[in-house]
């Protein structure tokens, strides 16, 4: 009887295009939050909840792990400031 172990390796060829959304470490929603903030910056809470069907408190809950990550800062004031994609 033999025994051994196999290895197998993938290889993986550079992104030619950058990626829209930060992939390391988000969930679906954060993604989905982010890749709205990409299209409009400036876009409110509010917007994002009704884009994407969820309460205004959850998208405030994600924008918080987000800031959190590193992912997003915001920029400006609070009512006419913008998110900025680390």
């Given at each position: 009887m033999k025994s051994g172990f196999?290895?197998?390796f993938h290889r993986q060829t550079p992104q030619v295009t950058p990626q829209v959304t930060p992939q390391a470490g988000l969930t679906g929603l954060e993604a989905q939050i982010v890749k709205e903030i990409?299209?409009?910056p400036r876009i409110s809470r509010?917007?994002?909840a009704k884009e994407l069907?969820?309460?205004?408190?959850t998208v405030k809950e994600y924008l918080?792990?987000?800031k959190d990550k590193n992912v997003l800062v915001r920029k400006?004031?609070?009512?006419?400031?913008?998110?900025?994609?680390?």
């Open positions: 196999l290895v197998v990409l299209k409009n509010k917007e994002i069907k969820i309460s205004s408190d918080r792990k987000l400006g004031k609070t009512s006419g400031g913008y998110w900025e994609v680390v």
